[in-house]
């Protein structure tokens, strides 16, 4: 019998609220024991409870990313860690004309040293056939209002696809998953954006909903996809197939 601590672990960074919580939910339908690593501990609780009340296992983790020390003390705590999802991140909306050195480190020390250091430290003690799972962004193409964002996430493809080969003799892939507008309550709640208007931009006529990136997500951490390493799957309902990249 499989208890809930004999199962593999995936942590998901960030999975308080719409797409990590989604993302967990989905591992934790996978059979993975989901450790909800995420800063606020009000938000890590619901998602826990949320899997719990689905069948699944699942477990809290709240901690700053950033804070290297925690992080090390959440790999060294986990047991057998089969997959990391890499989804916390950061973001707003500044002119390009009012940003500064400093908005570009704070986004990079987030969006991208923090996932480095997580993902590194995951890769040390994974076992072969482990999964690496990280959030980009199709704004990694190219975007208006928030060119810090936009950097931070087109690196965070880069250094997905060093990884894939700096893991590849461990038997460990590493992936990323960039989506495109996600109807999620931090979108619906940017006073700078008009739903509408970016419904007429989708060739579907609708937006992205969470569980889009949360089943691509599933794909790259599952036995299915160990062939699959060094990819950045845009999941945007082909909005990046032409026209103005901005949203």
């Known amino acids: 019998m499989t208890t809930a601590s004999s199962r593999p672990a995936a942590i998901v960074t960030g999975a308080g609220a719409g797409i990590g919580r989604a993302i967990a939910m989905a591992l934790a339908d ?130 997905t696809r060093a990884m894939a080969l700096e893991f590849a003799d461990r038997d460990i892939t590493v992936n990323a998953v960039a989506p495109g507008v996600i109807e999620t309550e931090m979108l619906r709640a940017r006073s700078d954006t008009n739903l509408d208007a970016l419904r007429a931009l989708q060739p579907s006529g609708r937006l992205g909903e969470s569980q889009d990136i949360a089943h691509a997500v599933a794909f790259l951490a599952s036995p299915k996809a160990g062939f699959i390493t060094g990819q950045v799957l845009i999941v945007d309902g082909g909005r990046s197939l032409g026209g103005s990249l901005g949203f």
Do not use: W
Request: a neutral charge.
């Open 30 to 159: 996978d059979g993975y024991r989901v450790i909800v690593a995420e800063r606020d501990g009000e938000r890590a609780a619901q998602t826990v409870a949320l899997i719990r009340e689905a069948g699944g296992a699942a477990e809290a983790a709240v901690l700053d990313i950033c804070d290297s020390a925690a992080c090390a003390q959440l790999i060294a705590g986990t047991g057998e860690l089969a997959v990391l999802v890499n989804n916390a991140g950061i973001f707003d909306v500044k002119d390009v004309f009012a940003l500064t050195p400093e908005d570009f480190r704070r986004m990079y020390d987030v969006n991208l040293v923090a996932l480095f250091g997580l993902s590194q430290a995951a890769a040390r003690v994974m076992k072969p056939g482990g999964r690496i799972v990280n959030i980009a962004s199709r704004a990694m193409l190219g975007a208006r209002h928030y060119a810090h964002y936009v950097a931070s996430k087109a690196a965070v493809a880069g250094l």
